[in-house]
């Protein structure tokens, strides 16, 4: 293993996830002296969490949709039509803003319902429902709001342009955003000790001592550099409240999709859908759930985001699938389904995020912008293919199978027939249920 | 082993801490609540965001900006939203604007009603916050409107509709349909208002005759100011309300791409052109104006347009107080009535087309290599 | 009709990495013969017909092919249709939404300058759907013909290539008994017409009903060439197939053989996509615990079939027949289900059907039973990580760490893995599907310990394999199947291979008991 893995983690991370890691780190460079410094500014690193929060909390739930070998089109439709119920909900029948947010959570669960119904039951696959549920969820915004902006209480915009209040005593700084900062380190420090402990116990490999000690300590820096960007910005601002929201969030989903048996099986179902059927995997209410989980975080992407703008409007959304799906692949997920990490996708939608960030504050017009933003894409995603098929068995393995030459294979010459007679998935044929 | 390992994190930590200590200077306690305290000076930057170049309009606009403005003597910063995203692109553009430290950010807003932030944070930062051409509403954070009356534009254009039919189709009652523009702007329904004060007491008399039926502005807005869906619409009221012979006269259309997706939907049914309006004076529609196919336009001088949000914007560098226009109701944007400097727009028909486009030469060229 | 050779093959040679898969094989066919090559599974039949049809170019293995007289070197399948000699796979390659004529004539296109002529294409193709007795529409889709009728649709597109040799591979192997003698009784008329033919079959009575002569292949090579007509008949062609001695390669095991537990009555399952076909019928079977049930049969006789339908109903449509455990009845309707209910099964395919090959030997160690080591829906890695080693150390499977990834590994340590997955859900009866396949000999002997030791703790093994040897040193008991009924049960003391082959090619004892 080399350093530079070890650093960046453990078992699974690709050259393509830390190589992004490392793009994120050169983008913020190279933005921060082209800029003269306002990157890494308190305003503008308030203002990128705000802008692009919705970014960070719709990867999460289509890392986990492309994990399990399924797309979602949807997201942006479904954001905007989550958006505007809930806008009309306050200003038409007069809801309290925290009825409104349970009303849209509930809306979301239900788009998400019907949308794995679809996938995961009638088996009509993801590309096709969550196309047709862009229009749809398009139409019903634009038909709901008769095409026009509604807008939204002050008390609910908190959840998109809030920040965490003010108290105690006059430091410099906002006192929440410190506080927070200092139970972040400790959190940091506490769990690679727990987690050494724990491997220890195991008998596992363990890093060398020094490798968790820059790793930890560069997650502390970065953290305590964060807490005084957040923290040192003008009165009134500090740690956005999206930020909040899009961290426990992502905190959520990280455990989720490596500690739960639910996690497993995501990945299992886009590995192997095969393996994981005859592993007693339901691949139907995995299926379900991926898809029903994305629209709910789409309805909470939608919603902060209508916060954030004061007002929802028929073209609230647009575009949010591309930026979810980009960011999920400029992480280091495959096309394929199986591969893809939590954090990755962080990573991802911190890239693009700032790229275009420090694209607007040098003056780039929006066009170039996009261009760039588009070869970038591009770039992560070839630079992940190339470093996997470097020195990587596997791979080739695969090539050679594929070619149907190769040792495993000379045995089974003979066999193909009634593989090939196999349903796709085995899950497909299970249908027959006991008279 | 384990007692190391702390004393190392603790190193590292104490480190950073130095490092962050070195550059900690407190938060910046810059940001005023009050606008009017805020002084301009020679070289600072305005910043101005537009909308997508959706238009000809946008695109002038911006060269007519940057070129005013630093004239002026200050620096510009002129951004597009991106056409797949306009709100959101928008709403980091202005961010990145305040930023770079923008004195003044004058904001044609892609939709007006999603940008309370955006100018909450210029306010917060001391910024001049002006409206240009779309207000912003829901907010008590926009210090200025500039804009062309665009009630006064709907007059117009309704009136022209009238002076055109009794032109061109004889006596009445003349057969019309309406068209508004995007529910997402705010002007659309002032100028389909402005023409429906002139039309209204037509339709109720007789000399006008909705056969659609179709006269809220709901019924006539047109999204996204898409030729696509006007064209669309179009075809499908010919198809439903004059395929079996009705003539159709007129056509209110808020603007010129509107009205030549109208006239692609007539001229593809095989209708006879109908007295169609327009604005904005785009030049493809200039051509059709001159040949009659489209029977008018509005010119609204986008230059003057540019020229009055930097010339306000010079006033208050000098400390002055600009003449502005503070209590038209067609300037409330929901919190307040927005302080406004209105301009006035020009009808332009075949007959004045030379005369009124003498400020502009391209306009001018196209008017008359079409005579 | 002429008797001069038109193909000899001359010690073919040919290796894939690590495996020699022909040694120096050599066979002649006679102009205007139907000519059958007999083997065991994995024998090298199909791998000789791909040399010999520029699958695997020429360079890539040794030896000379004299086709008409000249030595021919093809290097793809173009050049070897070219020729004259056309290969029908196993698998059908028609393309199942266009019509026969556009099947027929897919790559060889009737017209001019890339234009269709879909007038002449017509009529050619009734022409040629004549000559194979095929009375459809031209322009019928493929995917509403029988798999009977494709086969005929193959034969046709053949006809059209000028064909001169024809290579079936199991022609009637996916076909029912009607359609297999059309297909038959259409080969010997080709014959008839001057196409020679080479047919590569496990079914005894049909090579014996159709072919001249008769080479056998084993372990690679050439055994011999029998002459059909002098009197062959089909235990004289099952010595040659399974000629090789039993080996001293299984470990000793003294059985421990207790009552019966686990029972299947009356199980009959339809082909998923044919329903015409059945691919169970009426099968009953009884496991005992710490028992080693052996299942023969060739390929396509509905071994992995009936496991697959057992366990959850992985496969193809139930229609009928109960299971036994215990005494009781028990449902097996999910995969889910069939876990629950003690049952495990280990894949034929393990890249295909067994692994993840995304995830680590620990996470696959776990995987199908992860609700052992979780509390509340959350995966306790701690016991992840000792479950893993545990059954790492227990079955000795070569690997740094527990969190490398299954991909990296052998197949034999990956067949390990597999088999530790399922021995993680502790199952009463644990079905193997060919679990040496494709792992090197000494791996072979450490999971042959493996699966006597899991019949030593008291489970069910039903271990199904293609190797007669395999199955004769490890079982306890055999069953034979062939085209979807067990035809036969043996104690392992009675079986040879000759019988078992037997029972594997014909419904003897069936036959002769009524």
């Not at chain 2, 400390?319 to 502005?324: D, H, I, L, R, V």
Request: charge should be neutral; include cysteine; charged fraction near 20%.
């Amino acid at each position: 293993m080399n350093p530079l893995r070890q650093l960046f983690g453990g078992r699974g991370t690709s050259a393509g996830q830390y190589g992004m890691i490392i793009a994120l780190i050169l983008i913020v460079a190279i933005f921060e002296i082209a800029t003269g410094g306002l990157t890494l500014s308190p305003t503008n690193v308030i203002n990128v969490f705000q802008q692009y929060s919705y970014i960070l909390i719709l990867a999460l739930g289509m890392v986990m949709v492309i994990i399990a070998g399924h797309i979602d089109l949807s997201v942006g439709s479904v954001a905007a039509f989550v958006g505007i119920i809930v806008a009309q909900a306050m200003s038409q029948w007069h809801w309290s803003w925290w009825e409104a947010i349970l009303l849209g959570l509930v809306i979301g669960a239900l788009v998400g319902a019907w949308q794995g119904f679809w996938v995961a039951f009638v088996r009509v696959p993801a590309f096709i429902v969550t196309l047709a549920g862009q229009l749809i969820f398009r139409g019903a915004n634009q038909w709901i709001g008769n095409s026009t902006s509604v807008s939204v209480p002050e008390s609910y915009q908190t959840i998109g342009n809030g920040f965490i209040p003010d108290f105690g005593p006059n430091t410099g700084f906002s006192n929440g955003t410190l506080l927070l900062g200092l139970i972040t380190v400790i959190v940091l420090i506490w769990s690679e000790a727990r987690g050494r402990a724990k491997r220890r116990k195991m008998g596992a490999e363990l890093v060398p001592m020094w490798v968790s000690i820059v790793r930890t300590g560069i997650l502390v820096a970065v953290t305590l550099f964060g807490t005084y960007l957040f923290g040192a910005g003008s009165v009134g601002t500090s740690f956005p409240v999206v930020a909040i929201i899009a961290g426990v969030l992502t905190i959520l989903y990280g455990f989720i999709t490596r500690n739960t048996i639910f996690g497993r099986q995501v990945y299992a179902v886009g590995g192997n859908a095969n393996a994981a059927a005859l592993s007693g995997v339901s691949i139907r209410r995995v299926n379900f759930f991926v898809m029903a989980n994305m629209s709910l975080l789409a309805a909470i992407a939608g919603m902060v985001y209508v916060g954030y703008a004061g007002a929802s409007g028929p073209a609230d959304g647009t575009g949010w699938e591309l930026d979810a799906i980009a960011a999920v692949f400029v992480g280091g997920a495959a096309v394929s389904g199986g591969i893809g990490t939590v954090a990755g996708s962080i990573v991802g939608a911190l890239v693009m995020a700032l790229l275009q960030n420090g694209l607007q504050l040098i003056g780039a017009e929006s066009n170039l912008q996009q261009i760039i933003r588009g070869l970038v894409l591009l770039l992560a995603v070839a630079f992940d293919v190339y470093s996997k098929t470097q020195g990587r068995p596997s791979l080739i393995g695969g090539i050679t199978r594929g070619l149907g030459i190769g040792r495993d294979r000379t045995k089974a010459t003979d066999a193909p027939a009634q593989v090939a007679a196999l349903p796709k998935s085995i899950d497909d044929q299970s249908t027959v249920s006991l008279p | 082993m384990r007692k190391k390992y702390i004393v190392g994190i603790a190193a590292v930590a104490a480190a950073a801490a130095l490092t962050l200590s070195g550059c900690s200077t407190g938060r910046t306690t810059s940001g005023s609540s009050d606008s009017s305290s805020t002084t301009i000076k020679k070289g600072d930057l305005i910043g101005v965001a537009l909308p997508a170049k959706t238009s000809q309009n946008w695109v002038l606009a911006g060269q007519d900006f940057k070129d005013s403005i630093e004239k002026a003597g200050f620096k510009a910063d002129i951004q597009y939203a991106d056409n797949s995203s306009p709100v959101p692109s928008q709403q980091a553009e202005i961010n990145s604007m305040l930023t770079k430290g923008a004195k003044v950010v004058i904001i044609g807003a892609a939709d007006g009603s999603q940008l309370t932030t955006q100018v909450a944070t210029a306010k917060k930062d001391g910024a001049i916050v002006i409206a240009w051409d779309r207000n912003i509403l829901n907010t008590k954070n926009v210090d200025y409107y500039v804009a062309f009356n665009n009630f006064h534009v709907g007059e117009l254009q309704a009136q022209a509709l009238l002076d055109g039919l009794k032109k061109e189709k004889g006596s009445g009652p003349y057969n019309v349909e309406l068209f508004a523009g995007s529910p997402d702007d705010a002007n659309a329904p002032l100028f389909f208002n402005g023409a429906m004060s002139v039309l209204k007491p037509k339709i109720a008399d007789g000399t006008i005759k909705v056969v659609s039926g179709q006269t809220t502005f709901n019924n006539a807005s047109t999204q996204g100011w898409l030729a696509q869906n006007a064209q669309k619409r179009m075809t499908d009221l010919i198809t439903g309300y004059y395929a079996k012979g009705t003539k159709l006269d007129g056509v209110l259309s808020p603007n010129d791409t509107l009205a030549r997706a109208i006239l692609q939907a007539t001229k593809s049914a095989g209708l006879p052109n109908p007295v169609v309006t327009g604005q904005d004076s785009e030049t493809d529609s200039i051509p059709l104006i001159m040949n009659g196919t489209q029977y008018s336009t509005i010119y609204k001088d986008t230059t003057l347009e540019a020229q009055a949000a930097v010339d306000l914007v010079t006033t208050l560098s000098k400390g002055e107080k600009p003449k502005t226009v503070d209590n038209d109701k067609n300037n409330d944007n929901g919190k307040i009535i927005v302080k406004s400097i209105e301009l006035s727009p020009v009808l332009v028909t075949k007959d004045n087309a030379v005369e009124a486009y003498k400020n502009n030469p391209d306009l001018e060229k196209l008017a008359t290599a079409n005579q | 009709m002429s008797n001069h050779t038109i193909l000899e093959m001359r010690s073919i040679t040919k290796e894939f990495p690590g495996v020699k898969a022909l040694s120096d094989v050599s066979m002649t066919v006679t102009a205007g013969e139907i000519h059958a090559i007999c083997g065991e599974n994995g024998a090298g039949k199909s791998t000789l017909m791909k040399v010999l049809s520029g699958v695997y170019p020429y360079g890539t293995y040794t030896g000379d092919i004299v086709y008409q007289g000249e030595v021919v070197q093809f290097s793809n399948i173009k050049q070897s249709e070219e020729a004259g000699i056309v290969i029908i796979h196993q698998e059908l390659a028609l393309i199942p939404e266009l019509s026969i004529t556009e099947n027929l004539f897919l790559g060889s296109e009737i017209g001019k300058r890339g234009v269709i002529d879909w007038t002449q294409a017509q009529l050619r193709a009734r022409e040629l759907l004549a000559r194979v007795g095929l009375d459809e529409d031209p322009d019928t889709q493929i995917k509403n013909l029988g798999v009977g009728k494709q086969q005929l649709v193959e034969i046709a597109k053949a006809l059209h290539k000028n064909v001169k040799l024809l290579i079936l591979d199991e022609p009637t192997a996916a076909l029912n008994e009607t359609d297999s003698q059309h297909l038959l009784s259409l080969i010997v008329g080709l014959k008839e017409r001057g196409v020679t033919s080479i047919m590569i079959s496990h079914k005894l009575n049909e090579i014996e009903q159709v072919a001249d002569d008769i080479t056998i292949i084993r372990d690679g090579r050439t055994i011999e060439t029998l002459d059909v007509h002098t009197g062959v008949d089909e235990d004289r062609i099952i010595r040659g197939m399974v000629g090789r001695s039993l080996e001293s390669r299984f470990p000793d095991r003294t059985p421990h053989i207790g009552e019966v537990f686990f029972e299947v009555k009356d199980w009959t399952v339809q082909h998923p996509l044919d329903s015409s076909r059945l691919v169970c019928k009426n099968e009953s079977f009884t496991v005992r615990r710490g028992e080693i049930v052996g299942f023969a049969g060739l390929m396509g006789a509905g071994r992995t079939e009936l496991a697959m339908s057992l366990f959850g109903r992985s496969y193809g449509t139930w229609l009928g027949g109960q299971v036994f455990k215990d005494g009781r009845e028990i449902k097996l309707g999910s995969v889910r289900q069939a876990i629950d209910a003690g049952i495990g099964y280990v894949s034929e395919d393990r890249k295909a059907l067994g692994l993840n090959l995304l995830d680590s030997v620990k996470r696959s160690t776990v995987s199908a039973d992860l609700r052992k080591i979780s509390k509340g829906g959350v995966v306790d890695s701690l016991k992840e990580f000792d479950v893993a080693e545990q059954y790492r150390k227990m079955l000795r499977t070569k690997v740094p760490t527990v969190e490398e990834g299954v991909s990296k590994l052998s197949g034999g340590n990956q067949q390990k893995v597999v088999l530790s997955k399922w021995m993680f859900t502790d199952p009463d009866l644990l079905i193997l599907d060919e679990p040496t396949r494709g792992i090197d000999v000494g791996a072979k002997f450490e999971i042959y310990r493996i699966i006597q030791q899991l019949a030593e703790q008291g489970k069910g093994v039903i271990l199904i394999s293609s190797e007669l040897p395999e199955l004769l040193g490890l079982s306890d008991r055999i069953y034979t199947i062939f085209e979807g009924s067990i035809t036969d049960e043996f104690p392992v003391a009675e079986a040879t291979p000759e019988t078992l082959m037997r029972s594997m090619t014909s419904h003897s004892k069936k036959d002769a008991l009524i």
